[in-house]
């Protein structure tokens, strides 16, 4: 059995001429923390669209999970968990309704929906606002029930779109030892931020320039390649061979 979560053999998308992923090829491993990096337009987004079987890739080749994400789409979306950059809740329903309506959505009954909605809650300890509408929660609440909704079915990888965006770094190292918790209990985790202090946080990186991954290591192995002792100067020094206008 593979020890890969995700393998990819030059994965393409083009959109007319332009081709936003080129020929993107690597592995992610089970469990891991796998952060994936680059600019705004460097095609991480249209990269994580294919791999959750939101968008067919115009070649190439991967599997998420076991399951060919040009045949099996379907299989992908139930073994997956997402969380977009932007809150993905629902402001006017409380916490409780929103894990009900997500729990129903993975596919769990009701007796295991309820069983999972109390221990998420005690997780973030706020049950005495769990009949609260969601739009009244502080926003480092918001993005950590967002998380725990999107694992609530516990999917074998989850894919986070820069969760962290908009919160203080307290709340974010929080955010990250939810992320520690799903990583130990066997869930990857896929992951995109544009805080480097974050990148460090992750087993492995890969770093996308203009559709494509220039390096994938190790945080520890690119400072020492590139001579740096922070991510963020790694970033920039890759970051700088960029030649597509935004």
Not at 86 to 113: H, M, P, Q, R, W
Not at 166 to 178: M, Q, S
Request: proline share 2%.
């Amino acid at each position: 059995m593979s020890n890969f979560i995700i393998q990819t053999n030059k994965l393409t998308k083009k959109f007319g001429k332009f081709v936003a992923a080129n020929e993107l090829t690597f592995e992610v491993k089970k469990g891991e923390i796998f952060g994936f990096l680059g600019a705004n337009g460097a095609g991480k987004t249209t990269a994580i669209r294919m791999l959750c079987g939101l968008s067919k890739p115009s070649s190439g080749s991967a599997t998420v999970a076991g399951f060919d994400i040009y045949t099996q789409t379907e299989s992908i979306k139930k073994n997956i968990g997402y969380m977009s950059q932007k809150f993905s809740l629902y402001n006017d329903l409380t916490v409780l309704e929103n894990l009900a309506f997500f729990g129903g959505i993975y596919g769990l009954s009701k007796n295991v929906v309820k069983e999972k909605s109390q221990e998420l809650i005690t997780k973030l300890q706020i049950e005495e606002h769990k009949d609260k509408l969601v739009e009244s929660l502080p926003l480092g609440w918001k993005q950590k029930l967002a998380f725990l909704t999107s694992v609530i079915h516990n999917p074998k990888i989850i894919f986070l779109d820069e969760p962290t965006g908009g919160v203080d770094p307290i709340t974010r190292r929080k955010f990250w030892d939810l992320i520690y918790e799903a990583s130990e209990n066997g869930i990857t985790v896929f992951i995109t931020t544009h805080y480097m202090d974050e990148s460090e946080y992750c087993n492995r990186v890969s770093i996308m320039v203009d559709g494509e991954i220039v390096e994938l290591d190790t945080p520890h192995n690119l400072k020492e390649k590139y001579d740096c002792n922070k991510m963020d100067d790694v970033f920039v020094k890759i970051a700088r061979k960029s030649k597509r206008v935004e």
